[in-house]
């Protein structure tokens, strides 16, 4: 799979629903995993490879690769934390977010199991940066606008555009 990077219109789309978990979805599953660690992230969701479906792996130091499928996110704390983020697909931008500190997720895996899992640190980041992605949101969108546009002038200035 290859990794669509900013400008690309798919970023800025609403992902659709899985409407049924079968071998095509634990095939899409795999690649996903593959393209990540290929790009030595931490995650990947569908719209970052051009697929609009509700999906994305997440993959963090030893812990075991986790796939959400259909995610929905039930709770997030009041209390939020910075921390620096980053994006396969916008590269070499690095920049502090804030995000909740813990969640509460429900999704199905790639058997078509449902789980609901808590989370902090860094795997209740990665959820949430992963779950903006599905939703057509940036980590850069949660930067103030000032922010925001100064890293899109670099970029663009970095492209040569």
Known sequence: MEIITLGNELLRQKAERIIKIDAEVTKIAEELLVTLHQGKG?????????????????????????????????????????????????????????????????AWNEQGRSFTQEAEGILARVILHEYDHLEGTLFIDRLSELKRNRILAKLKKRQGV
Not at 56 to 83: C, G, M
């Open 42 to 106: 931490v995650g990947l969701a569908g719209p970052q490879v051009g697929l609009m479906k509700r999906i994305f792996v997440v993959h963090i130091d030893q812990d075991l690769p986790r796939v959400f499928i259909n995610p929905v996110i039930l709770e997030t704390s009041a209390e939020t934390v910075k921390y620096e983020e980053g994006c396969l697909s916008i590269p070499g931008v690095w920049v502090e977010v804030i995000r909740p500190k813990t969640l509460r997720v429900q």
